[in-house]
């Protein structure tokens, strides 16, 4: 099986996804599609993505977009498993993953910041940021059951894929996790592993 990831480093989406093949021991080759500069709204990116979003991934000729449904479909494919199988565990972890993805990821997406910090005299990037991720987090770390290593039991799950790149913005925007001591513990644990570290921003920076 032929993987492409066109990503963008510091993408959280991307993120997940790096770290999501290096747990399913599956190589790919990632080509970076620069957002800073615009490249994602270039004709070559919106072909694969009609959204002018990354990530997008190519698998034998087919072309996924959406971070989450690629996830998803790792697992239904049976590369590895990111969800339970029983339904209620499943919605468990699909809760988890959301409140990441869907709640906390999209108001401090880049463009989101630029445009709210470019339009006021007092909002910044950084305030933009501090504001949104605690809040959002400490619904998270509400969410979260215990008991476990990982968000949900002692199996890594989709969950896991989303918080390890929030967490990574959280730390680029100086966001204190003392408030948050289940998030710190899973994120400990989740260090350990080397698909984690292998999937980190630092190494895929062009």
């Known amino acids: 099986m032929t993987i492409t990831l066109f990503d963008y480093w510091r993408s959280s989406a ?6 999501a093949f290096g747990l399913a021991n599956l190589d790919f080759n990632a080509i970076s599609v620069d957002l800073l500069t615009g490249e994602h709204r270039g004709d070559e990116n919106l072909k694969r993505n009609p959204q002018g979003l990354v990530p997008s991934v190519e698998i034998n000729d087919e072309v996924l977009t ?25 919605a468990h972890v699909r809760a988890l993953s959301y409140a990441i993805a869907m709640e906390i990821h999209p108001v401090c997406n880049l463009s989101v910041a630029k445009y709210a910090s470019g ?3 007092t909002i910044t990037m950084k305030s933009w940021m501090q504001n949104f991720i605690p809040k959002g987090l400490a619904g998270f770390e509400g969410m979260l059951k215990g008991g476990g290593k990982y968000c949900y039991g002692d199996q890594v799950t989709m969950a896991d894929l989303c918080l390890i790149p929030q967490l990574y913005n959280a730390d680029r ?4 996790l ?10 400990a644990n989740l260090y350990q592993l080397d698909a984690v570290n292998a999937a980190h921003p630092d190494n895929f920076q062009p």
Not at 14 to 19: E, F, P, V
Not at 72 to 89: N, V
Not at 178 to 187: C, D, G, S
């Open 14 to 19: 991307a993120y997940r996804l790096r770290i």
């Open 66 to 90: 959406q971070s989450l449904a690629i996830i998803e479909y790792l697992s239904d494919a049976g590369y590895h498993h990111f969800l339970p199988r029983a339904p209620l565990e499943k």
């Open 119 to 121: 339009n006021s005299d």
């Open 173 to 176: 925007w100086e966001v204190d």
């Open 178 to 187: 003392t408030p948050f001591p289940k998030i710190r513990a899973i994120a």
